[in-house]
C-alpha cells in the first residue's frame, strides 16, 4: 500500500531541533494542565431536587399481593439544557436483628406525562405500556440502595406528571420510609459543554484542513503510513465531536442523533485501535499485502465496531422507549447483548493475542541479532 521510508515523504518529526521538541512537550503539557483547571473550576454536573410523596397501600380484594401507588408532580423548570432525568428511589426500612434484608418486588410505571407551562394541557407520554415493568431485588441494612425508577433521555417539558407502582413487595412490613430524589444536569455545566464542544470541533477542523493543505502538494502515493493515517484520524475526530449535537436540544426523542453518535465514537476508537496494529505490525513487516497485512486487522477490529455498535444502539433505543429499562439489570429480556458482549470479549483477547505473537516475534529477531553481534565482537 504504501512505498518504502526512502521514497515517502519526510515526516516533520524527523527533522525538528530538541528546542522545538521540548516546545512541542511544552504546549501539551500547557494544554493538558488548562483541561484540568477548566474542569476543576467548572461548574458542578448534576443537580438533584429531593422530594417526598405520600404512600397508599393498596389491599384491595383484587390485589393478591402487597403494592403501593406513587403519583408525584416534578418541580417546574426543567429546560432542553436540563439532558437527562432521572427519578431515583431510596427505601428505608425497619431496623431488624439481620445484616442485611431481601426486598423484592415489580416496578411497573402506568403514567408519564409532560406539561409545557402552568396554564398548558398535560401531554401523555407512555401510559399502560406492559413492557414498562421490571423486577427489582435490592439489599436493605437501615437503608436500601437507591434504585433507579425511571431516566429520561432527554427532556422536552418544563413538567412531569410521573405515576408508577411497586407491586408483589416480598415484604411490605419491612419498609419504614421512602425518599425520592430527581436528578438532573445542571444547566450552567450543559452550556460549558456545548461551547467547549463547539471550540474543539472548530479546532480539528482548521487542524485537519492545514494539514491536508500541507500534503496537497504531493502525491497520494508518496504519503507514508503515518501520514495517510493521521489524515483520516483527524477526520474521524471531527466526527467524534458530534457536529450534530445540537440536535439533542432541537428535535424532541432525536434517535436519529444518539445513533449517529454512538456511530462516530465507536468508529474513531475502533479507527485508533487500527491505527496502532498497523503501525506496530508496519515495522516489522515491510511488504504491506491487502490479503495478508490489512484484511486480519479488519476483521478483529471490525467485530469489536459492530459489537460495540450494536450495544450502544440498543441501549439507547431501550431507553428511549422504555424509560425504565437499565441495561446492567433488565438483560433477561436482551439476550442480544449478552451475546454481542461476549463477542467482543471475544474479538478483544484475538486482538491481544495477535499484538503479544507479533511482540514475541520482535523479540526473538532482536535476540538474534544482539547474539550475532556478540560472536562479531568476539571475532574482533
Not at 87 to 113: G, H, M, N, P
Not at 143 to 161: A, E, I, W
Not at 268 to 285: D, K, N
Not at 303 to 330: C, G, K
Request: hydrophobic residues 45%; charged residues 20%.
Amino acid at each position: 500500500m504504501a512505498g518504502n521510508m526512502d521514497t515517502c515523504i519526510q515526516l516533520r518529526l524527523h527533522t525538528l531541533t530538541k528546542r522545538q521538541y521540548l516546545l512541542v512537550f511544552f504546549g501539551f503539557f500547557a494544554a493538558f494542565t488548562l483541561t484540568v483547571i477548566i474542569g476543576a473550576a467548572s461548574p458542578k454536573v448534576l443537580a438533584s431536587f429531593t422530594q417526598y410523596l405520600g404512600v397508599e397501600w393498596s389491599d384491595t380484594p383484587s390485589n393478591i399481593t402487597n403494592s403501593v401507588d406513587y403519583a408525584g408532580k416534578s418541580p417546574p423548570g426543567w429546560t432542553s439544557f436540563s439532558q437527562e432525568l432521572w427519578l431515583k428511589c431510596t427505601i428505608e426500612t425497619e431496623e431488624t436483628s439481620a445484616d442485611y434484608e431481601q426486598l423484592r418486588f415489580k416496578l411497573r410505571v402506568t403514567s408519564i406525562q409532560g406539561q409545557d407551562g402552568d396554564a398548558e394541557p398535560w401531554k401523555t407520554l407512555y401510559q399502560g405500556i406492559e413492557i414498562l415493568q421490571h423486577a427489582r431485588d435490592l439489599k436493605c441494612k437501615k437503608t436500601c440502595k437507591p434504585f433507579t425508577v425511571l431516566h429520561l433521555g432527554q427532556v422536552s417539558h418544563k413538567r412531569y406528571d410521573v405515576q408508577f407502582s411497586l407491586e408483589q413487595i416480598s415484604d411490605r412490613e419491612l419498609i419504614s420510609n421512602m425518599t425520592f430524589e430527581w436528578e438532573y444536569y445542571s444547566p450552567e455545566f450543559t452550556q460549558l459543554q456545548v461551547w467547549s464542544q463547539f471550540i474543539f470541533i472548530i479546532l480539528t477542523f482548521i487542524t485537519a484542513f492545514q494539514y491536508m493543505r500541507a500534503l496537497r502538494a504531493f502525491s497520494v502515493k508518496d504519503w507514508c503510513l503515518e501520514q495517510r493515517w493521521i489524515t483520516f484520524l483527524l477526520i474521524m475526530l471531527v466526527l467524534f465531536n458530534n457536529p450534530l449535537y445540537p440536535l439533542h436540544f432541537l428535535v424532541a426523542q432525536a434517535w436519529g442523533e444518539r445513533f449517529f453518535e454512538a456511530l462516530f465514537k465507536t468508529t474513531f476508537i475502533c479507527s485508533l485501535l487500527l491505527f496502532w496494529l498497523c503501525t506496530l505490525h508496519s515495522v516489522q513487516e515491510a511488504p504491506r499485502k491487502y490479503l495478508t497485512f490489512y484484511l486480519p486487522k479488519f476483521f478483529i477490529v471490525g467485530l469489536v465496531w459492530l459489537a460495540a455498535l450494536t450495544i450502544m444502539s440498543w441501549e439507547e433505543y431501550n431507553s428511549l422507549s422504555d424509560p425504565a429499562y437499565q441495561m446492567h439489570l433488565d438483560t433477561g429480556s436482551f439476550k442480544v447483548c449478552i451475546s454481542e458482549s461476549d463477542h467482543g470479549q471475544c474479538t478483544r483477547c484475538l486482538t491481544m493475542v495477535n499484538v503479544l505473537r507479533h511482540a514475541a516475534s520482535r523479540y526473538r529477531c532482536a535476540c538474534r541479532a544482539r547474539h550475532f553481534l556478540n560472536i562479531d565482537w568476539l571475532g574482533l
